[in-house]
């Protein structure tokens, strides 16, 4: 079965840059959107974007103006990366399996990495 | 944007049904789906579509969704189903290509 795993620095300095990966196993990459979603401390959840396997991608116009995600299929990856960061940004990050619907009238995400916590400080 | 909203709370006894509904401009028209969340782990997702349930997840847990309310039931609760749970849709209203939206959570106590 499909299998998502987390992995980058746990810490980061203020205005610097996040940078995560999530490395797909137990199936490919392709055929599916990829998010990322975060969770504040002691907070609900919030969708950071995704990808979809050929590189188009769509980002929470929240963050949008600090987002890249981007693709490698030959290693089954996909990748996050967040700009200028500040303490608010300390969360928890999960990748995570998106199913779209054909006429894009839904999106859910069916399987999620075990996340990766995330802390900006100096 | 859109906003749903969830109690941020609810209770209730072990054997029992619960109720936690999700609320949304229009929501009946959009698709939801309920993630279940424990302690320290990854967002586990229980219902897909209003009412579907992903392979593994017991027939205890149901969707509905109509006018500006969607609900999870969970029928026979179990000590195990204490949880955060949140809602979600997809949001393509507005000229945005389209953005998932979250509800705040509802955490599940069971008595």
């Known amino acids: 079965q499909v299998q998502l795993q987390e992995s980058g620095p746990g810490l980061v300095k203020p205005s610097e840059t996040l940078s995560l990966t999530c490395t797909v196993s137990g199936g490919s990459i392709s055929s599916y959107y990829w998010s990322w979603i975060r969770q504040p401390p002691g907070k609900g959840l919030e969708w950071i974007g995704y990808i979809y396997y050929s590189g188009s991608t769509n980002y929470n116009p929240s963050l949008k103006s600090r987002v890249t995600i981007s693709v490698d299929t030959s290693k089954n990856q996909f990748s996050l990366k967040l700009s200028s960061v500040t303490a608010a940004d300390t969360a928890v990050y999960y990748c995570?399996?998106?199913?779209?619907?054909?006429?894009?009238?839904?999106?859910?995400?069916?399987?999620w990495g075990k996340g990766t916590t995330v802390t900006v400080s100096s | 944007s859109y906003v749903l909203t969830q109690p941020p709370s609810v209770s209730v006894a072990p054997g029992q049904t619960a109720r936690i509904t999700c609320g949304g401009n229009n929501i009946g028209s959009k698709s939801v789906h309920w993630y279940q969340q424990k302690p320290g782990q990854a967002p586990v997702l229980v219902v897909y579509d209003d009412s579907d349930r992903p392979s593994g997840i017991p027939e205890r847990f149901s969707g509905s969704n109509s006018g500006n309310t969607a609900t999870l039931t969970i029928s026979r609760v179990e000590a195990g189903d204490e949880a955060d749970y949140y809602c979600?849709?997809?949001?393509?209203?507005?000229?945005?290509?389209?953005?998932?939206?979250f509800g705040g959570g509802t955490k599940l106590t069971v008595l």
């Open positions: 979600q849709v997809w949001d393509s209203s507005s000229d945005h290509p389209g953005n998932v939206v």
């Open positions: 995570a399996r998106g199913e779209m619907a054909t006429d894009y009238y839904y999106y859910y995400m069916d399987v």
